[in-house]
């Protein structure tokens, strides 16, 4: 909805936050892993971190305006970054071997 003067009306605070929705999963989902990390349980922790930054990944190639502040650099950059750091935090999560 515009204003007479073709000026749109400042967003609120929720509406600023639900618009950058993709880059708060990621947070989120790291947020939490490092939270389970914390907890004694590094594996399941660096694999929800390493699964959060490939679903980043994969949600950096949705189109520019609906991406917010995920973008970074260009598309490409981006999701092979992302995708490379997440597949590989996630694989080398699962390959240590678990301690006795």
Same mark, same amino acid.
């Given at each position: @909805?515009?204003? &007479?003067?073709?000026? =749109?009306?400042?967003?609120?605070?929720?509406?600023?936050?639900?618009?950058?929705? &993709?880059?708060?999963?990621?947070?989120?989902?790291?947020?939490?892993?490092?939270? %389970?990390?914390?907890?004694?349980?590094?594996?399941?922790?660096?694999?929800?971190?390493?699964?959060? %930054?490939?679903?980043?990944?994969?949600?950096?190639? @949705? &189109?520019?305006?609906?991406?917010?502040?995920?973008?970074?650099?260009?598309?490409?950059?981006?999701? /092979?970054?992302?995708?490379?750091?997440? /597949?590989? %935090?996630?694989?080398?999560?699962?390959? /240590? &071997?678990?301690? =006795?």
């Amino acid at each position: @909805m515009t204003t &007479p003067t073709g000026e =749109r009306p400042p967003k609120t605070l929720v509406q600023q936050v639900l618009g950058q929705w &993709p880059l708060a999963s990621v947070l989120s989902g790291v947020a939490l892993g490092l939270l %389970i990390v914390a907890m004694s349980h590094w594996r399941a922790g660096s694999t929800l971190v390493g699964l959060s %930054i490939t679903m980043g990944g994969l949600l950096r190639l @949705m &189109p520019q305006q609906r991406v917010g502040l995920l973008a970074v650099r260009n598309r490409a950059v981006d999701s /092979i970054l992302l995708l490379g750091v997440g /597949i590989g %935090i996630t694989v080398l999560a699962w390959w /240590i &071997p678990p301690s =006795r």
